[in-house]
């Protein structure tokens, strides 16, 4: 028998439409993986080790504690599962974690969290709004941008309303790229009613400082929308609504509900939510103290962010917590612009860079000049917009390379962050002292291959001078990113980076005046001053091992603790301030009275405590310095001389306590 052997068929090599396919689905797959490392390594930034800062603040976190037991208390956002006196907030980010602690149990982890995967989200939508107008690998740069800030790694690990208004205003960032970029009337006008009810809801979080991003916002949908410009002007106008809608829906919902059936609001003077808009959380804020608790001056120290002036948000706590890349994001905002000065008017990507440089430079001009209280951490809601600017600005000059303004506009991104890094990390010699040299070779490194990098002919030398250029560039930021993380924060005002950063921690703040007519003393949760006393008996206001100010649960002893968790009344006690109130409510889960709040609020009247006394709502008092939330106020002085004129006072815990109960006039 013969065998016959057919030959093998030859090899068939893929046709070309079949590489360039195979190749796209693998830079694809490569992609996704990039995103999900970032994503992952932002994840492990904000949560690794969260619980050290155990409550952080106190304040908010007393009040998470009350929505998540009270649904009245989640939704007015009250200090208090009795529902005296509410934070001097909206309640936006205490109904996300009041949700959390009645789902997953009240907790430090419960609390804290959402915010660290807040942050996950802004960095993801940073990503995708930089990445439908560029390319992946700018979404990338960008992402790690706004993850390696000071700033943001501080806010994402705490409590303080400033996480939620960063994700919502990223989240309406990206609504607006989109609605740029559509050409359907109605899908745009869709984007942008999102828009405006991710912005109605970042007033809900902060207030006024939700919406300072937007003009921006409607700058940049005005200039580049695909609609004509009547229709244009129609999807703003229904943004608007839709901001109205979003926001007024809850203060209808206070303004309608009577006032003796509800909590008062606190920071305000006269229980309404107006009040704190237009005073105390709003033009207070920017033009000094209006009565409602915001402090006057401008002059302070860093823990108030400085002097006014241009040169705010470089100097001491500011600069370090957000300022290392904003020369390199504003190089690549003026130099894209010029990059697409004849684009069409409908340019996504010089859209994109209305967006990101005027939200950073209308917010940064307000935070720059702003009389009123204002801190170092505020900066975060520039996070995003810095990152956007770098990301899609360096994109807009990545393709002009081959162009003088390309290359000069990327290497001038390069050293202009390795310079400012040097700086910043110089102002702490003893911190890692070779760091600020490895990075500053490393962005003039970098910036020297661009220039060499000529067009297409030395392409690789180009993309080896953007990813050590990068790198370098970014790694100042993420360095005092990974110190902060690494630190244990709590108190009102934490602070970015590792110890001895910042070495001007005076308090400053041009001596604002608490409404009953004494000079405000102690330090407010995000600006007010804090007076009354802390549960150890010293006076709150201390320093925090985190940079913030003193007065967390931990100094609560054993006996006062059980002495107000068996009670049995409405509240277990009253004493002067919310800080300390928050105090005890943490420690002993139980309602405490807060005696004029955060900001010397008008509440309660001596008659009012009396009724409350005689009707057995009120067992204990616990003595303070005479001050409300912000010191020396004359309702709670009064209130307090007539607990001492009354009553005898006994010490449990080193604390003076005055026993209420039996008291008939």
């Known amino acids: 028998m013969t065998a016959v052997l057919t030959p093998a068929p030859p090899r068939r090599t893929g046709s070309p439409g079949h590489r360039a396919e195979s190749d796209s689905w693998i830079r694809r797959r490569g992609s996704a993986l990039a995103l999900t490392a970032l994503l992952a390594a932002t994840a492990a930034l904000y949560l690794w080790d969260l619980t050290s800062s155990g409550y952080a603040n106190s304040f908010y976190a007393a009040a998470a504690q009350a929505g998540s037991q009270s649904w009245k208390a989640w939704f007015f956002g009250s200090l208090d599962t009795s529902n005296f006196i509410t934070v001097d907030k909206p309640p936006a980010s205490l109904w996300v974690m009041g949700l959390s602690g009645r789902i997953f149990g009240f907790s430090s982890a419960s609390l804290l969290a959402p915010q660290a995967l807040m942050g996950v989200g802004s960095v993801a939508l940073v990503y995708a709004a930089v990445t439908r107008v560029t390319n992946r690998g700018a979404g990338l740069i960008a992402g790690t941008v706004l993850a390696a800030t000071p700033a943001a790694a501080l806010m994402f690990r705490f409590d303080n309303p400033d996480a939620l208004l960063v994700l919502l205003m990223t989240a309406a960032g990206y609504f607006v790229v989109r609605a740029i970029e559509t050409e359907t009337g109605r899908r745009a006008a869709t984007w942008i009613a999102l828009t405006g009810v991710a912005l109605g809801f970042a007033f809900l979080t902060k207030m006024l400082q939700g919406l300072m991003v937007l003009p921006a916002f409607g700058l940049a949908y005005l200039v580049a929308g695909h609609a004509r410009l009547r229709v244009r002007l129609l999807h703003l106008a229904g943004g608007v609504a839709a901001v109205v809608a979003a926001a007024g829906w809850w203060v209808l919902a206070v303004w309608l509900w009577p006032a003796d059936a509800r909590p008062y609001i606190g920071g305000s003077t006269d229980n309404s939510v107006m009040d704190l808009v237009l005073g105390y959380n709003g033009l207070g804020r920017i033009f000094g103290n209006t009565g409602g608790g915001g402090m006057s001056g401008g002059s302070a120290g860093s823990s108030f962010g400085g002097s006014t002036g241009l040169d705010r948000l470089f100097g001491s706590e500011m600069g370090i917590e957000i300022s290392w890349l904003i020369p390199a994001a504003l190089v690549a905002l003026v130099f894209g612009l010029f990059a697409r000065g004849r684009a069409p008017r409908t340019d996504r990507m010089r859209a994109s860079l209305i967006v990101w440089g005027g939200w950073f430079l209308v917010t940064g001009l307000i935070f720059s000049y702003m009389s009123g209280t204002i801190h170092p951490y505020y900066t975060v809601a520039l996070a995003p917009a810095i990152a956007g600017m770098i990301g899609t600005g360096g994109y807009a000059l990545w393709q002009t390379r081959g162009s003088i303004l390309g290359r000069s506009g990327l290497a001038f991104m390069m050293v202009a962050a390795g310079a400012w890094s040097w700086v910043l990390l110089h102002r702490n010699t003893e911190w890692m002292p070779a760091l600020k040299w490895v990075l500053l070779a490393g962005t003039i490194l970098g910036a020297a291959l661009i220039a060499f990098g ?79 006393q802390a549960p150890d008996g010293d006076m709150a206001g201390g320093q925090a091992p985190g940079g913030g100010m003193a007065g967390n649960e931990g100094g609560t002893s054993s006996e006062l603790t059980t002495l107000l968790a068996e009670a049995g009344t409405t509240w277990s006690a009253a004493t002067n301030g919310s800080q300390s109130a928050a105090t005890y409510e943490l420690a002993a889960d139980t309602a405490v009275m807060a005696i004029g709040g955060w900001s010397s609020d008008p509440t309660p009247t001596l008659d009012q405590f009396i009724s409350n006394v005689e009707n057995g709502q009120v ?9 409300g939330g912000r010191g020396g106020d004359s309702t709670s002085g009064a209130i307090q001389e007539w607990v001492a004129a009354n009553f005898t006072a006994v010490t449990v815990g080193g604390t003076t306590v005055y026993d209420l109960s039996g008291y008939t006039g």
């Open 619 to 627: 067992h204990y008092y616990i003595s303070g310095d005479g001050g």
């Open 454 to 532: 000529d067009g297409n002919r030395f392409r690789k030398l180009a993309v080896t001078g953007v990813l050590l250029g990068s790198l370098a560039g970014i790694g100042g930021s993420a360095s005092y990113a990974i110190a902060t993380a690494a630190t244990a924060h709590n108190g009102s005002i934490p602070t970015a980076g590792p110890s001895g950063a910042v070495t001007d921690t005076g308090m400053g703040g041009g001596g604002g005046r608490a409404p009953g007519g004494d000079t405000a003393g102690g330090q407010a949760p995000d600006g007010g001053m804090g007076g009354g």
